[in-house]
């Protein structure tokens, strides 16, 4: 059964410090995709990857937000440092999407379960 | 800019009603359209992805419409269950680059 797995869970820590947050994309998936959710904001993403490589990081606050994909079963988001509005619940997808013209695109994205991140 | 509407926020029904999802959207030129559900505490769940190309998709009792043209999407759901409460989502993406932009959601509450 395959499915994005997501590490911690839950995070709680104190403004300033780094927060690190893990992603398992679905094995043999080539998009991963980072979105946060607020109750203010609703669900917002914050950046993409295609094959590893980074489409797409427009959305994530730059001075203090990090996403890379060391390989292509791991996927990574630091927050440093973090404060207390980037409280949210992170969740990470993974998806396929064929480089052929003429393949069918497979574009569903497949969401973990979440991290909930509290910053005091 | 392409924005998402999803009307009512919260609806609430008896068990055994059909429900009936809006989803609309600004810009008619989008890639595909995909509906999920999340549970409190939990992530997203895919339910049904409609290709730009497609009128409609199909699975077990849900039912999702597209039209492009008047920028719409409507889930429906036969038969509601207490089993199908939860936020439901739309999404839709722009191209084949995986840009989603999400819709608020509609909170669903099925009475026993």
């Known amino acids: 059964d395959a499915r994005v797995t997501q590490t911690p869970r839950h995070k709680v820590t104190e403004m300033g410090q780094e927060v690190t947050m893990r992603c398992q994309p679905i094995?043999?998936?080539?998009?991963v995709f980072w979105y946060r959710q607020t109750m203010m904001q609703g669900l917002e993403l914050l950046a993409y990857?295609?094959?590893?490589?980074?489409?797409?990081d427009s959305g994530m606050p730059k001075d203090r937000f990090s996403a890379e994909m060391p390989d292509a079963t791991l996927a990574t988001l630091k927050i440093q440092p973090s404060e207390p509005r980037d409280s949210a619940v992170y969740f990470c997808?993974?998806?396929?999407?064929?480089?052929?013209?003429?393949?069918?695109?497979?574009?569903?994205?497949?969401f973990g379960p979440g991290t909930r991140l509290t910053v005091l | 800019k392409q924005e998402v509407t999803q009307i009512p926020a919260a609806l609430s029904v008896p068990e055994g009603e059909n429900l009936v999802l809006n989803c609309s959207f600004t810009?008619?030129?989008?890639?595909?359209l995909q509906w999920f559900r999340q549970d409190p505490g939990k992530g997203l769940t895919s339910l049904l992805l409609?290709?730009?190309?497609?009128r409609e998709q199909t699975s077990g009792r849900l039912n999702a419409s597209l039209d492009k043209s008047s920028g719409r999407s409507t889930l429906y759901i036969a038969a509601s269950q207490p089993g199908d409460s939860a936020t439901y989502l739309c999404?839709?993406?722009?191209?084949?680059?995986?840009?989603?932009?999400f819709g608020a959601g509609t909170q669903v509450v099925v009475t026993p």
């Open positions: 997808a993974s998806g396929l999407v064929s480089d052929g013209k003429l393949a069918v695109d497979y574009n569903e994205q497949f």
């Open positions: 094995l043999g998936h080539n998009t």
């Open positions: 990857f295609r094959n590893r490589a980074p489409l797409d």
């Open positions: 810009d008619s030129a989008i890639y595909n």
């Open positions: 409609i290709q730009s190309s497609q």
């Open positions: 999404a839709v993406r722009p191209d084949s680059w995986g840009k989603f932009q």
